[in-house]
């Protein structure tokens, strides 16, 4: 078996989950990029070659099971372990999102690829996990799902969204049931904020770069066996439930 850390970053053609794979790679780890289109999947990973990282690609689609088991048996043919998970596929849902408009297909949509994925692909890659002799997982959440700030006057948390934002309060409490499940196995787990990204999910309205907002998770994929989990982190430390 290879003594090269093995990571996957789902939703990893674009955008944060992109530089969190090129993070990753340029520490020398191999790095799969999991992602649905074959031709955005296949330039990535050229790109990513390109500057020197070790990656290849994974089919992965986060709603469908079959392609989740054969992303998690390619894995375990190609490397035999995962040492690092990264949840970061994600949809924003379409509008309008104001409770009381909104479609309950549209919510339906977005749990299914922003918590239900999430859970779908974690426990695929959890027997390869087990593997790992300090096995990481990080979920790219976002600030907008703490209720905390979601309940503080004058915060500014974004617009009124009734699919997007409650999925990322449901991913959180899913990482924490995680985090509580696995607290005695060495597998740390966390939520990750990367900030006001300008990305294609918002339409590249956001004030930080992706590779800034990949940054947490980077760091989050790299924490010590005595690191936190069961947590929820941006750049600046601790993000309030």
Do not use: H
């Not at 999947?41 to 790109?47: D, F, M, P, T, Y």
């Not at 974690?122 to 027997?127: E, G, K, Q, V």
């Not at 930080?208 to 005595?226: H, K, N, S």
């Amino acid at each position: 078996m290879s003594e090269q850390t093995i990571a996957l970053v789902t939703g990893a053609n674009k955008g944060i989950g992109y530089e969190i794979a090129a993070g990753l790679g340029a520490l020398g780890w191999r790095v799969g990029v999991g992602a649905r289109d074959r031709e955005r999947r296949e330039s990535a990973v050229a790109k990513l070659r390109a500057a020197g990282a070790d990656a290849f690609g994974v089919p992965l689609d986060v709603t469908d099971d079959a392609s989740v088991a054969a992303a998690a048996a390619l894995v375990a043919e190609g490397a035999g372990r995962l040492d690092v998970l990264v949840n970061n596929a994600g949809i924003t849902g379409s509008a309008p999102q104001m409770p009381t408009e909104v479609d309950p297909a549209t919510v339906r949509t977005v749990v299914e690829t922003n918590v239900i994925g999430v859970i779908r692909v974690t426990n695929a890659m959890l027997p390869l996990l087990r593997r790992s002799s300090s096995p990481r997982i990080v979920n790219m959440s976002s600030g907008v799902g703490s209720l905390t700030r979601q309940t503080t006057p004058g915060s500014d948390t974004g617009p009124i969204a009734a699919a997007y934002t409650p999925s990322k309060t449901f991913l959180n409490a899913v990482t924490v049931q995680y985090a509580k499940e696995l607290r005695d196995t060495g597998i740390l787990i966390n939520a990750a904020c990367p900030g006001y990204c300008a990305t294609d999910l918002n339409g590249f309205r956001g004030v930080r770069t992706p590779e800034q907002g990949a940054a947490v998770a980077i760091r989050l994929a790299t924490l010590p066996g005595d690191g936190p989990s069961g947590g929820f982190f941006d750049d600046g430390g601790e993000v309030p439930w």
